[in-house]
T-cell receptor, first 115, second 114 residues
Framework: DAGVIQSPRHEVTEMGQEVTLRCKPISGHDYLFWYRQTMMRGLELLIYFNNNVPIDDSGMPEDRFSAKMPNASFSTLKIQPSEPRDSAVYFC?????????????FGSGTRLTVV | AQKITQTQPGMFVQEKEAVTLDCTYDTSDPSYGLFWYKQPSSGEMIFLIYQGSYDQQNATEGRYSLNFQKARKSANLVISASQLGDSAMYFCAMRPTGFQKLVFGTGTRLLVSP
């Protein structure tokens, strides 16, 4: 199994531009999570999906952020327009409900820099 | 709501020694799971160990063990025989049983010296 795959690994963009982060979860996993990691706020859960349906998006900071999961093997996190304070590492993770004692499997993250 | 507290921003240990990383939690849920993750400088998050709140014995995984004291609401990670490759950030996390949302602490940076 290739694990959770995120792309791109690094993204540098100018303020005001649209940014799209991509994630491919582990095949068969029924939960997908988007986290953001910053020095100031640590690891924050932005949104998570169960069977492609958004369950809790209370962590999404603003309307500029949106996430979709059109099918079981793909999810996107979009920021439009991007701002310098969005600079962070964004992690995608997936899990299988019946393997709760293994926690999540994380992707390698996308380091976003907005200049 | 759940809360995880890691009071040690940084810890130092010499190679081959044991080290304990502290984690306390707060929850009103009767059943929950506790997790530790390692984040090396390369940035990935690596699952280390899990403890269920109703597990009778402390969890162990190789050199990692979890010192679980339910009454004190603590779930400390013990790393035995530290290695240079153990230098990393370590995060404690928890979630109520039946729910998928993991709440993380702020992390402890461990530095292992030769």
């Amino acid at each position: 199994d290739a694990g959770v795959i995120q792309s791109p690994r690094h993204e540098v963009t100018e303020m005001g531009q649209e940014v799209t982060l991509r994630c491919k979860p582990i095949s068969g996993h029924d939960y997908l999570f988007w986290y953001r990691q910053t020095m100031m706020r640590g690891l924050e859960l932005l949104i998570y999906f169960n069977n492609n349906v958004p369950i809790d998006d209370s962590g999404m900071p603003e309307d500029r952020f949106s996430a979709k999961m059109p099918n079981a093997s793909f999810s996107t996190l979009k920021i439009q327009p991007s701002e310098p304070r969005d600079s962070a590492v964004y992690f995608c993770a997936s899990s299988l409900a019946h393997q709760g004692d293994y926690g999540y499997t994380f992707g390698s993250g996308t380091r976003l820099t907005v200049v | 709501a759940q809360k995880i507290t890691q009071t040690q921003p940084g810890m130092f240990v010499q190679e081959k020694e044991a080290v304990t990383l502290d984690c306390t939690y707060d929850t009103s849920d009767p059943s929950y799971g506790l997790f530790w993750y390692k984040q090396p400088s390369s940035g990935e998050m690596i699952f280390l160990i899990y403890q269920g709140s109703y597990d009778q014995q402390n969890a162990t995984e190789g050199r990692y063990s979890l010192n679980f004291q339910k009454a004190r609401k603590s779930a400390n990670l013990v790393i035995s025989a530290s290695q240079l490759g153990d230098s990393a950030m370590y995060f404690c996390a928890m979630r109520p049983t039946g729910f998928q949302k993991l709440v993380f602490g702020t992390g402890t940076r461990l530095l292992v010296s030769p």
